[in-house]
């Protein structure tokens, strides 16, 4: 079994800044891609920001230039750093890892955090 803690949200002014981690701990061979998803009050869960095990990353429109997504291979550990905060990006944002759970497994399981409440207001 795989465990994601989550740190690192709070209440925040628009233009501020907060930095998100997440740490995977538990039995699994390897980690694929990591990443961070985010759901707004009545919206649908949206995509925030990806990053292979190679380190090539992808974000969403809506958060490109403010957001940078980045891991620790060492410490399996996914940080999302978020800058020029605005009250659009208020969301529970939750942690996702993609990982392989034992050698020679068909394909890799996707794993969830319990999601962390980013409020960004004045």
């Known amino acids: 079994q795989v465990q994601l803690v989550e740190s690192g949200g709070g209440l925040v002014q628009p233009g501020g800044s907060l930095r998100l981690s997440c740490a995977a701990s538990?039995?699994?061979?390897?980690?694929?891609?990591m990443g961070w998803y985010r759901q707004a009050p009545g919206k649908q869960r949206e995509l925030v920001a990806t990053?292979?095990?190679?380190?090539?990353?992808n974000y969403a429109d809506s958060v490109k230039g403010r957001f940078t997504i980045s891991r620790d291979n060492a410490k399996n550990t996914v940080y999302l750093e978020m800058n020029s905060l605005k009250p659009e990006d208020t969301a529970v944002y939750y942690c996702?890892?993609?990982?392989?759970?034992?050698?020679?497994?068909?394909?890799?399981?996707?794993?969830w955090g319990q999601g962390t409440q980013v409020t960004v207001s004045s």
């Open positions: 990053i292979t095990s190679g380190g090539s990353t």
């Open positions: 996702n890892v993609r990982a392989w759970t034992y050698l020679g497994a068909p394909a890799p399981d996707d794993y």
């Open positions: 538990g039995s699994m061979f390897s980690i694929d891609a």
